[in-house]
């Protein structure tokens, strides 16, 4: 296949698995069985938040009042402000510029996949088969339709730090190792927590790739501190915020709670239509069908020995706590925070498109002939498959299309596979027989299981509610312990709420909230307030919140799916649009004076803004978060933020006095200027490498 060919089957190829999105361009998707995608109720609210802070405030947020009473928006690794190429989706309307930027990253670890294989031995057509079984994997898009986008796009980066270490040892040595940092640098500030998952497999890699100690002590050294120095402006906020987050205390249960179990391994056969995300495995048959040939091909398969290895600890770990041994491992710090085990599994079908490549090879060329044909090694997978499903048309009377599907692409897959092992077919038509079972399966499985909703319906679902709290002064809050007004509806309408979906959170306002709502925060959740069963609509309606406490949290409404009437200061809801409305008889400020005699006028709130006019003087305590960073100046002179519980205070003199708050918080400043300086200096130093490479 010449270079020409093979671009133009990419092309269509790549069109083909990204059609269907670019069709609905501009909507949200979602998994067939799932109400609910990080995309809306987190990624949209933070784009929108940097989009409308630019484009009306003249600034870069660094602040966020959307949810959680205000939160540090620059310290959050899902805010997307550390990460370069996230910023992309703001210069389109959302949510299509999420999309778009999907579409890209996708491109994006296709390339470094077919790259990275080519260097490793592979046929273009080997290459080619790799970077498609891993970019269209179900697991990939299972998980673009639970909105785990910043994962994804560390994820996608993954294949060109392996790229550019298996450069190391046949190119300019400085340059290589210099792209891989700056690589691992922008995995860390796409998702810091997939440096873990990625180190563990890269590091052994490292090793085994150079040849000398030294070597591989220069590799590691100078890719890790130029991964670290270029996603600074990530990192160092977000060590501060750790230290006052809930997330630091997270038990080994919480650790292991969406940990792999035995059943889920049936994923690897069966396409899970609409399944969480989490448990979705399946690689497409064909590549599973290459992957257990290519571990009986003892005499070939030295090569990707290493890979197996590599996908059976990753596997092996995804099961977290539950094998004994490991929880020591998921107490090493750092590993700690991590939640979920089961993404461990992106490194083993990262593993599996490495492998597929390569049987893909060995069936083109067919090398050494085994006295045992290989072929049987084959017929138990498909056999498996074939009696559970009789198994389980014999005890449901029923076969979802799933089970349907999986059958038909194992033996197709299987006859295929044995027709080229036994030279039934030309050699040419090897990759066309084998790719299209690969695009069909797995391009199949994807669109069947995303369902596109358009944007423009969910942002306006409650029109006539919406422009009621749109017209609230811009301090106000809401509550709703329902989820009744999505994190998305709120930041389209610019409505702020004291509660919130968000995997960082300030441990003294968890505390706070448990007391406001009356709802108990048992352990750690990633939502305030939690849903114990799962249910919004319904888990919380036997809970009555702290009126007092709203009103010290400007809280204008208490809006929820159910009746609140039974509370006692709580009374005669109006039913807007399907949700009972509750108006609190309290008065709105973004503060008050402890004195209760002096007053002040709001001049100015934005997110990294509050500005004040005062007359008289006292103790002024703000309704607003207190957090490190936050500054205040009277009449341009630097006074000190107090702590009031989980509120701002400052000390104001007798008299009239222009006060400012301001979000200064020097780690993040000094983590963006580290972060581009740095990136600036690996720049001019490859620049630098390039040009003397040539002279000599």
């Known amino acids: 296949m010449t270079k020409k060919i ?10 083909l698995s990204v059609a269907f999105i670019l069709v609905h361009i501009n909507d949200f998707f979602f998994s067939q069985n799932s109400e609910y995608s990080d995309i809306p109720i987190t990624h949209y609210p933070n784009l929108l938040h940097i989009q409308d802070g630019i484009k009306n405030d003249h600034q870069i947020p660094l602040w966020s009042g959307l949810i959680q009473s205000g939160y540090p928006f620059s310290a959050n690794p899902l805010s997307g402000l550390a990460y370069i190429w996230g910023w992309i989706a703001i210069l389109f309307s959302l949510p299509a510029g999420i999309n778009i930027v999907f579409i890209l990253h996708l491109l ?18 080997a290459a080619l088969f790799g970077a498609f079984a ?12 639970a909105g785990h986008l910043s994962l994804l796009f560390a994820i996608f980066w993954t294949p060109w730090i392996f790229y550019f270490t298996k450069k190391i040892v046949s190119g300019n040595v400085r340059i290589f190792r210099l792209l891989a940092g700056i690589v691992l640098g ?17 590091l052994p890699y490292v090793l085994k790739q150079e040849s000398t100690l030294n070597s591989k002590y220069r590799t590691l050294t100078v890719t890790c501190i130029t991964g670290v120095i270029t996603s600074s402006a990530m990192w160092l906020p977000l060590l501060e915020l750790i230290k006052y987050s809930s997330r630091s205390s997270l038990s080994i249960t919480e650790r292991s709670v969406y940990a792999l179990t035995l059943s889920n391994l049936f994923a690897f056969f069966i396409p899970d239509s609409g399944g969480f995300s989490e448990w979705v495995l399946y690689p497409s048959a064909i590549v599973v069908l290459m992957v257990v040939l290519g571990l009986f091909l003892y005499k070939e398969n030295r090569s990707i020995r290493f890979w197996y290895v590599a996908g059976g600890l990753a596997l092996l770990l995804s099961f977290g706590s539950q094998v004994p041994i490991l929880k020591y491992f998921f107490e090493i710090p750092g590993v700690s925070l991590l939640r979920v085990p089961s993404r ?7 593993t599996f498109a490495v492998i597929s490549a390569f049987v893909y090879d060995y069936l083109i060329s067919l090398p050494v002939r085994y006295r045992f044909d290989r072929f049987f090694f084959l017929v138990p997978v498909t056999a498996f498959v074939f009696l559970f499903t009789l198994g389980v048309y014999f005890a449901t009377a029923k076969l979802t299309w799933t089970i349907l599907w999986s059958i038909v692409f194992f033996f197709l897959g299987t006859v295929a596979i ?12 090897i990759p066309l027989l084998v790719g299209i079972l690969l695009i069909v399966d797995l391009i199949g499985v994807n669109t069947l299981n995303l369902r596109p909703v358009k944007a423009i319906d969910m942002l306006n679902d409650k029109p006539v509610l919406m422009e009621q709290l749109a017209e609230l002064p811009v301090f106000a809050r809401i509550y709703t312990p329902s989820y009744s007004i999505s994190q998305d509806e709120g930041a389209f309408w610019q409505v702020n709420q004291i509660n919130g979906i968000d995997p960082m959170q300030i441990s003294s306002y968890v505390e706070y909230f448990e007391q406001t709502s009356g709802i108990a925060v048992d352990g750690y959740s990633v939502t305030l307030p939690p849903f114990n069963e799962g249910h919004p609509a319904l888990d919380n309606r036997q809970y009555c919140p702290d009126t007092k406490k709203l009103a010290m949290l400007n809280v204008a409404y208490v809006i929820a799916d159910f009746s609140l009437d039974h509370c006692r200061d709580l009374q005669a ?9 509750y108006q609190l008889e309290n008065k709105l400020d973004v503060g008050y004076f402890e004195n209760g005699s002096s007053a002040f006028e709001l001049i100015r709130y934005e997110p990294n803004i509050i500005q004040l006019h005062t007359s008289g003087g006292g103790r002024l305590v703000l309704r607003e978060i207190f957090y490190p960073g936050w500054t205040a100046t009277i009449d341009d002179l630097k006074t ?25 918080p020097a780690l993040v400043a000094y983590g963006f200027i580290l972060q581009f300086l740095g990136l600036l200096v690996v720049i001019i130093l490859i620049m630098w490498e390039v040009r003397r490479g040539r002279k000599s």
Not at 640 to 664: K, L, M, S, T, W
């Open 640 to 664: 000190p933020v107090q702590r009031e519980g989980i509120f701002r205070a400052i000390e104001v003199p007798p008299g009239n006095h222009d006060i400012r708050f301001v979000y200064q």
């Open 573 to 581: 809801g109006k039913i807007v649009e399907a949700k009972y409305l």
């Open 134 to 145: 891993f970019i269209l994997s179900t697991k990939i898009y299972a998980h673009f339709a």
């Open 418 to 429: 044995g027709l080229v092992l036994h030279h039934k077919i030309p050699a040419r038509l």
């Open 6 to 15: 093979l671009v133009i089957v990419f092309a269509l190829c790549f069109c």
């Open 186 to 202: 922008f995995i860390i500030a796409a998702d810091p927590r997939w440096s873990i998952p990625l180190g563990l497999l890269w």
């Open 108 to 125: 994006c670890g296709a390339m470094g996949t077919y790259l990275f294989l080519r260097e490793e031995g592979r046929s273009m057509v």
């Open 344 to 350: 461990f599994l992106f490194i083993t079908i990262f």
